[in-house]
């Protein structure tokens, strides 16, 4: 039972690290960005390249695939987003095609068919209540909590953060008592990108380096977000603690097989009873048809 | 403004045969009337001949070809279908991949013969389909393309974790009789969904739909109920895809994960993109482009959804109306440079 407590808050905060990159770019900028994955799979290999092939050590080889994925998001916003900014097709379409493009110039060049691992933060594993639980795993739950505090402290008490919020809130009025919404939206697009490489840095030393990994990773960013509300990071966190539990509880009971399953289910039936999501408030006016 | 720099802009004009063959009196000539009727004939001529061409000719790979030319033609009307009436679907391969195992499993478990799974499979894979995705419908813009990209995915790994309807093998289906029937069943398929679609989107039903992709709060005000005219749209749409899933299940004899696959989803996407949306010509011009890419790019493998993406990219950051409506427009008018005032 402890087990099942605290391996269904780790998959929880799994599932949050990896849907806050996506909802933190949507809530500000109001770009879905698809190519979200894409990154998250780039961040990675960066690492595996500096560490395996440089040779550098993992703090710099982390700190610098954060740093280089942060640029590529905002060139990306620059040069691409940018020039069809509020087009919304268009911008689907351009984050898209660059997110398969990048994933599929990565399978390309053979990284698939090799196990290719990244190591674990801390390797080995502590006993809690009689349960083997890996390292890895409660320092997903550290660099969670860590990076959820740190955003809700950001977005209230600096200045950058403030700005986000009212531009979240109202892009045309933060325009009108001049906040630079490019400029803003540029910094979003490169930390959602960092934030990427964050949870990819945490999640992959539990298993391989896999290219669908990167369509994985968009699946549940999007599931977790319609489930919860997208924009809303109380809404990410719920969303992420109902399906990680749903998920830890159907694994230990039934069989590994059925979380997809019951990932899906959730998602239909959240659709159909609240279609904006369980914490999707501010949409509803707006956006309900 | 600098007096000493010439400026000039460009001016768009006419060509006089347009002008003359607007009307009636077109009828009066022959150049006219060849003016007007090639460029819409040639195409569906050439869709009906080159079958009987190509396999007379002994290339019946080519030949198959134009069996899923019909088939992305077909997916890419069907997205742009849901795209005039304001959907943005990223997961057309959902509609396929479900057509495409309703048809199988009828022919597979059932027996059903060949001509009762085809229609069977597109009316059961839209009903499929809408219901699926009737939730998103009271949602706008991008949400329905996050759920309709999350979709196949996960019915694949569903299908994967259950091992329902044969998991990642597939489900085998009995194949068409002959060429001819598969070579004709998709392309009269294809030409009366484009000329049905063009002329179901100038009717009032259409002139509706296309008003909910512009502003649906506008169609709501005029007390029509926005949420029922969607429905009925994407089931039009979902059933033109899952027709064409039908025919991929017989063609391929077998209906599998494939068929939800990213590809899928993206080709008719990018198909639009590169021909031009608003009027299905475009894309069914984007997407004969795009089946013979990636026909002749067959070695490239994985990379070619690699070079449709980007391909899609630069469509949409540059030449953002699409080849179709760029040509016509040259067929319509000509351009010349004159002194801007």
Redesign the interface.
């Known amino acids: 039972m402890a087990g099942l407590l605290i391996f269904g808050l780790a998959k929880s905060m799994e599932l949050a690290l990896v849907a806050i990159g996506f909802s933190f770019v949507?809530s500000i900028s109001?770009i879905?960005n698809?190519a979200y994955g894409a990154f998250y799979l780039l961040g990675a290999f960066l690492t595996y390249i500096f560490l395996n092939w440089l040779g550098l050590p993992y703090w710099i080889s982390a700190i610098g695939s954060i740093l280089i994925l942060f640029v590529i998001g905002a060139l990306m916003y620059r040069f691409?987003v940018q020039?069809?900014r509020g087009a919304?097709?268009?911008e689907?379409?351009?984050t898209?095609?660059?997110?398969?493009?990048i994933t599929?110039?990565l399978?390309?060049t053979g990284f698939i068919g090799h196990n290719r691992y990244l190591p674990a933060f801390i390797p080995g594993y502590v006993e809690i209540a009689g349960i083997g639980i890996e390292n890895q795993r409660l320092m997903i739950i550290l660099i969670g909590m860590l990076l959820f505090l740190s955003l809700w402290a950001v977005t209230r008490y600096t200045r950058i953060g403030l700005a986000f919020r009212a531009m979240s809130q109202d892009e045309l009025t933060a325009l009108s008592i001049g906040l630079n919404n490019n400029y803003l939206a540029l910094i979003s697009m490169g930390i959602g990108a960092a934030l990427a490489v964050i949870a990819a840095l945490c999640i992959i030393p539990q298993g391989f380096l896999t290219v669908d990994g990167a369509?994985?990773v968009?699946?549940y960013a999007?599931?977790v977000?319609?489930l919860g509300g997208?924009g809303s990071t109380t809404g990410i966190i719920i969303g992420a603690f109902i399906i990680g539990y749903a998920q830890t509880i159907t694994a230990t009971l039934f069989s590994s097989?059925?979380?997809?399953?019951v990932?899906?289910l959730a998602?239909?039936l959240v659709?159909?009873i609240k279609?904006?999501g369980i914490f999707g408030k501010q949409?509803e006016l707006e956006?309900?048809? | 403004m600098d007096k000493n720099i010439k400026q000039t802009r460009k001016e768009r004009i006419d060509r006089g045969i347009f002008v003359r063959s607007a009307d009636i009196f077109a009828l009066s000539s022959w150049q006219e009337i060849t003016y007007l009727v090639l460029p819409r004939v040639i195409p569906f001529a050439l869709l009906l001949v080159l079958p009987l061409v190509l396999e007379f000719s002994g290339n019946s790979y080519w030949a198959k070809v134009m069996v899923v030319l019909s088939i992305l033609g077909m997916m890419a009307m069907s997205w742009d279908l849901l795209?005039m009436a304001g959907m943005?679907s990223?997961g057309q391969a959902l509609f396929l991949g479900l057509g495409s195992y309703v048809a199988a499993a009828l022919n597979h478990y059932f027996h059903w013969p060949i001509y009762l799974t085809i229609p069977a499979g597109a009316i059961g894979g839209a009903l499929l389909g809408t219901t699926?995705l009737?939730?998103?419908l009271?949602?706008?813009?991008?949400?329905f393309?996050?759920?309709t990209?999350?979709f196949p995915?996960?019915?694949i790994?569903?299908i994967?974790?259950?091992n329902f309807l044969g998991g990642t093998e597939g489900v085998s289906a009995a194949a068409f009789p002959n060429y001819w029937v598969a070579a004709y069943v998709s392309i009269a398929g294809l030409i009366i969904c484009f000329f049905g679609l063009r002329r179901m989107m100038n009717s009032d039903w259409g002139l509706v739909a296309r008003a909910i992709g512009q502003d649906?709060?506008a169609v709501?005000a005029s007390g029509i109920n926005?949420?029922w005219r969607k429905v009925q749209v994407l089931f039009i749409a979902s059933g033109v895809a899952a027709f064409a899933g039908t025919l991929m299940t017989h063609l391929l004899m077998y209906a599998g994960l494939s068929s939800f696959s990213?590809e899928y989803s993206?080709l008719p996407?990018a198909s639009v993109?590169i021909g031009g949306s608003g009027n299905f010509a475009g894309a069914l011009l984007g997407s004969t482009l795009l089946t013979f890419a990636t026909e002749a790019l067959r070695d490239l493998?994985?990379?070619r959804?690699?070079l449709y993406?980007?391909l899609?990219?630069v469509f949409?950051?540059t030449i953002?109306e699409g080849i179709f409506p760029y040509i016509e427009r040259r067929y319509r008018q000509f351009e010349r440079k004159v002194d801007a005032i």
């Open positions: 949507f109001g879905a698809f691409a020039r069809i919304m097709l268009s689907v379409i351009v898209m095609g660059l997110g398969i493009f599929e110039m399978r390309a369509y994985d968009l699946i999007l599931a977000g319609v997208l097989q059925w979380v997809m399953v990932t899906f998602v239909v659709l159909f279609p904006s949409k956006e309900k048809v | 795209r943005f990223l699926f009737m939730g998103t009271k949602l706008r813009g991008i949400y393309a996050m759920v990209l999350a995915m996960l019915v790994r569903v994967q974790a259950t649906d709060i709501m926005v949420f990213l993206i996407v993109v493998g994985p990379l959804i690699a993406s980007v899609m990219v949409a950051l953002r």
